[in-house]
């Protein structure tokens, strides 16, 4: 649903909106179905959601597949995790033409098995002529991880004569995370009623609106993201003036 303030003034949507996407294993349990059950039904919420965002022309879309603590899960769950990433992956590759969709990728993928990481590579290359919606899958991905690669990667830079230390900005340490080029998320979303960040994008989300939500990921709708975007609006109306 397109947006208007109380003057009736079309509000665009958030450019870019980041979703941690919680609950599918309970989802499951409500139902005594198996968590792989649950991570199909997220699978499912996850395409409904990215088509509704393009509709309302959001330009990013971050959501949370994979952090580096779930691994820790039994190899049933991630196998059924990663199946389902493949199944996607394949998908994206073969409507990219119609779809027009860039992905990016953000975590460390060698973990990953050899024919995800393929996929993942082929959809970056393929996808990169790609400039109207992007999708990015934090994949084996953790957010002090991330700020760690970065700051590893510069003091590389700094050996090798490339850079010196006084020469680090925030907007030169945002070029060294995988996140380098896409601007931070507005809106970071969570379901499932859990009001933590999980270590989801936590040099990005210095100034995101953080909506929690009492809804299941897998049971997600595009009315939810309506009521996220409301509240974001909301707060924005209540802040922007000052
Ligand atoms: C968190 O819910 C969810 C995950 C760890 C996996 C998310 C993965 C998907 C939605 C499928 C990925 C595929 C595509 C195509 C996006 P949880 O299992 O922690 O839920 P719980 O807290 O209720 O147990």
Redesign the pocket.
């Known amino acids: 649903m397109v947006q208007n303030d109380l003057s009736g003034k079309t509000l665009p949507p958030p450019q870019h909106i980041a979703i941690i996407?919680?609950?599918?294993?309970?989802?499951a349990k409500l139902r005594g179905k198996p968590?792989t059950a649950?991570?199909a039904a997220?699978?499912e919420a996850?395409r409904r959601i990215a088509n509704y965002c393009r509709t309302l022309g959001v330009k990013y879309l971050t959501?949370y597949?994979?952090s580096t603590e779930?691994w820790k899960r039994s190899q049933e769950e991630v196998s059924g995790?990663m199946t389902?990433?493949a199944r996607?992956l394949n998908e994206a590759l073969r409507d990219m033409e119609k779809n027009a969709v860039t992905f990016r990728f953000f975590g460390d993928l060698s973990k990953l098995s050899p024919a995800l990481q393929k996929l993942c590579r082929d959809a970056e290359e393929r996808s990169s002529q790609y400039h109207e919606v992007q999708v990015n899958f934090c994949l084996n991905y953790g957010g002090r991880d991330e700020i760690v690669r970065a700051a590893r990667a510069f003091a590389q830079d700094v050996a090798d004569g490339k850079r010196c230390p006084e020469e680090l900005t925030e907007q030169m340490l945002s070029g060294y995370l995988y996140s380098a080029g896409v601007p931070d998320p507005e809106l970071i979303i969570r379901p499932?009623g859990e009001q933590r960040t999980s270590n989801f994008l936590l040099w990005q989300s210095a100034y995101s609106e953080y909506v929690f939500m009492n809804v299941l990921?897998p049971d997600f709708t595009e009315r939810d993201l309506d009521a996220a975007i409301e509240e974001y609006h909301r707060r924005n109306r209540r802040f922007g003036g000052t």
Do not use: E, K, Q
């Open positions: 996407m919680d609950g599918n294993g309970r989802w968590r649950g991570h997220g699978a996850f959501v597949a994979f779930n995790i389902l990433l996607y499932s990921w």
